[in-house]
């Protein structure tokens, strides 16, 4: 069954340093999502990209944050200068088309930033 | 989206059935109810989805209340590897990028 991954499964880094995460998503997906956790708080949606664009970005996702598709398999999430509080799991997810299917979850990549 | 509501927890022995509440009464007509859940720290596992009509699948039951503010998630036999957070969600489709919001869910203890 196709599925999501995502590498590393977990990256240390020293404050200020750039991080890049990687996600393979689905073969012929054409949605694709970040998400993050914060140890023992909620999901939280990061930014959707379709087309080679930004779809929808939340407030998290200040100028630190950048995505990009590099080619047709990767979904990359970048960010310039880690902080402490980046600290979290960064959930990729992808899906096919349309309002109503369904987004598919990656295992995760656990950032820790010290 | 839809504003979603769910216990904050609930046992169930091993080998009965789970049933998970979720109260969605602001949903509009052409929004569906998504089920997912988390083992551990693990990515969001999709269980299943549905509109309107009573959905199953090889992992759940989902069965949606005629007017459509809350459903119920059956999982028909429960087992240990069942213990996750569940989610209940009902997303915007404000267009076709719909996120998802996850909330604090239910979690299930399955206990022998």
């Known amino acids: 069954e196709p599925e999501v991954t995502q590498t590393p499964s977990h990256q240390v880094t020293q404050m200020g340093q750039e991080v890049i995460l990687r996600c393979v998503p689905i073969?012929?997906?054409?949605?694709f999502y970040w998400y993050r956790q914060i140890l023992g708080q909620k999901v939280e949606f990061l930014v959707s990209f379709y087309n080679n664009e930004i779809s929808e970005k939340s407030e998290i996702f200040d100028d630190q944050f950048s995505v990009e598709r590099p080619d047709g398999s990767n979904f990359t999430l970048k960010i310039r200068s880690t902080k402490l509080e980046d600290s979290a799991m960064y959930f990729c997810?992808?899906?096919?088309?349309?309002?109503?299917?369904?987004?598919?979850f990656g295992p995760g990549t656990r950032l820790t930033v010290l | 989206d839809a504003k979603t509501t769910q216990p904050p927890s609930m046992d169930c022995a091993e080998g009965r059935a789970a049933n998970l509440p979720c109260n969605h009464s602001?949903?509009?007509?052409?929004?569906?109810v998504y089920w997912y859940r988390q083992i551990h720290s693990q990515g969001p596992q999709y269980i299943i989805h549905?509109?309107?009509n009573n959905e199953t699948n090889e992992m759940a039951s989902l069965i949606i209340t005629e007017d459509r503010k809350s459903s119920t998630l059956i999982l028909p036999h429960a087992t240990l590897r069942d213990t996750a957070v569940y989610y209940c969600?009902?997303?915007?489709?404000?267009?076709?990028?719909?996120?998802?919001?996850f909330g604090t869910g239910t979690r299930l203890q399955v206990t022998l």
């Open positions: 549905g509109l309107k």
């Open positions: 969600i009902v997303p915007l489709n404000t267009g076709t990028a719909s996120k998802l919001t």
């Open positions: 997810a992808s899906k096919f088309e349309g309002p109503t299917d369904t987004q598919y």
């Open positions: 602001t949903i509009s007509g052409n929004e569906y």
């Open positions: 073969s012929n997906h054409l949605y």
